[in-house]
């Protein structure tokens, strides 16, 4: 049983749902979601009587074990199940494609019986709370990072209404909570805005870009209720792409001069849509989303008129995006490990981004930021978890073994940059390493 297999059954299991909508019962596509269902369904119980997801405290747990990725990735689901009253799916041997048929159809319609015999049990609970906490417990700033996802998605809910504007009122709430995990926990932090996913991507994108904004902040000594509104602006700076197409947020090739004007009116999208709502620090979260690829030269766009250079929070802002983005494989480009974009960021001071902005940035970075995947000497993978600085050593855990095997408890030690081979890539390895917060003997603060 792995967090992998769950993911594969969240994943069909949503497209299931979403084809009742779609599809009248018995029609090819909903018959081949449902198929795809049993599949993924069988693979999570293969070898196992019974298997048991719960859903508590915005985590999923698969038996005992806390399934932290899941958690954030299925963050859809979870609100999905969570809506319908569900606290565990019980599987018992191998589904049938009738009762996970019945889940689908239970789930996409609104208040009707919960299902209540068969191979797929609902609610019946059979680990109680204080038997899955001891076990493990999500991170404080996984929870931030939900209660953002959720935020986000009320936003764009808000966005797609009548008068359009966002509904930002929650956004001070929502940076105060990330703020005040950053500050306790600022290594779980910084390796939890490695998180990447390949749904939702402007949300994940957003929220990685605060906390980072919000360590840059912190570090050159932004007071606290200005940190908020730089972490609102960063949190908000792209709000402005849920009024883009998504069949162009998602191009998989080349864009043409069509599609880029239509990507170059998020700015202005945004800071609309951010003036349009209520809130503290909302004039200067416009400004930040209006100016995030005005460059710091000024030779971006739109077209900055009248002013000498940005707002302190836009360039901030403007590097952490780039940095987030870069690290992020897209569906039209391949993602970079974190020192080589790095390297691109270091390329751009001066003309794209403000170059003190940037020296700071990379001293908190350091060489191998926190979440960088690195292939050793011995052909292990380890995770940067604490990145040095300058000649310093690292703290790393070896996650994968040379012969390519998960470590399921990785080990601290001191990693000197000497022992680093190569670079590698998240899918390379199937690994994120963002998905190592809660990892026991990591110690992260
Ligand atoms: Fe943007």
């Not at 599809?23 to 049993?38: F, I, N, R, S, V």
């Not at 306790?184 to 390949?198: D, E, F, M």
């Amino acid at each position: 049983m792995t967090e992998q297999a769950t993911i594969d059954f969240f994943s069909t299991l949503r497209r299931a749902v979403a084809n009742v909508h779609l599809y009248p019962k018995g029609h090819p596509q909903g018959e081949l979601a449902l198929d795809m269902l049993t599949e993924t369904a069988g693979a999570l119980t293969a070898g196992n009587d019974q298997v048991v997801l719960s859903m508590m405290d915005n985590a999923f747990y698969l038996d005992r074990q806390l399934l932290p990725q899941a958690s954030l990735e299925y963050r859809d689901v979870y609100r999905l199940l969570h809506g319908h009253g569900l606290d565990s799916i019980s599987i018992v041997g191998r589904a049938t494609t009738g009762d996970l048929a019945e889940l689908a159809a239970f789930l996409a319609a609104e208040g009707s019986d919960v299902p209540a015999e068969g191979t797929v049990l609902l609610n019946e609970r059979p680990y109680n709370r204080s038997e899955l906490l001891k076990h493990a417990a999500m991170s404080e700033i996984r929870h931030s990072y939900a209660a953002s996802l959720d935020f986000l998605h009320g936003v764009a809910d808000s966005m797609g209404t009548e008068d359009g504007g966002a509904d930002i009122s929650d956004a001070v709430w929502t940076v105060e909570d990330l703020l005040e995990k950053v500050l306790l926990q600022p290594g779980a932090s910084l390796l939890l805005s490695t998180l990447k996913t390949h749904d939702e991507y402007t949300f994940y994108h957003s929220i990685n870009t605060s906390l980072l904004a919000l360590t840059v902040g912190q570090a050159i000594g932004i007071e606290h209720d200005q940190l908020v509104e730089l972490g609102v602006g960063a949190l908000l700076h792209d709000l402005g792409k849920i009024r883009v197409p998504v069949e162009i947020i998602q191009y998989p090739g080349r864009l043409d001069d069509a599609m880029w004007t239509e990507i170059k009116r998020h700015p202005h999208e945004g800071a609309q849509a951010i003036l349009a709502g209520s809130g503290r620090g909302q004039e200067i979260a416009a400004l930040v989303a209006l100016e995030h690829h005005a460059r710091y030269d000024l030779g971006g766009y739109p077209t900055v008129a009248r002013r000498e250079r940005l707002h302190l929070y836009s360039r901030i802002t403007a590097i952490c995006d780039v940095y987030d983005a870069l690290t992020t494989r897209r569906a039209y480009k391949r993602a970079l490990p974190p020192a080589a974009a790095l390297k691109i960021i270091m390329n751009g001071s001066g003309s794209q981004l403000d170059p003190d902005l940037v020296q700071i940035f990379l001293s908190i970075l350091g060489i191998f930021p926190a979440g960088s995947l690195l292939r050793l000497d011995t052909g292990e993978v380890a995770v940067v978890v604490v990145a040095g600085h300058g000649e310093e050593t690292m703290e790393a855990a070896v996650a994968v073994t040379a012969e390519g095997e998960r470590v399921p408890t990785p080990e601290p030690f001191e990693l000197t940059a000497d022992r680093v081979v190569d670079l590698v890539l998240p899918e390379e390895v199937g690994l994120d390493a963002a998905s190592l917060v809660e990892s026991p003997h990591l110690n992260l603060n």
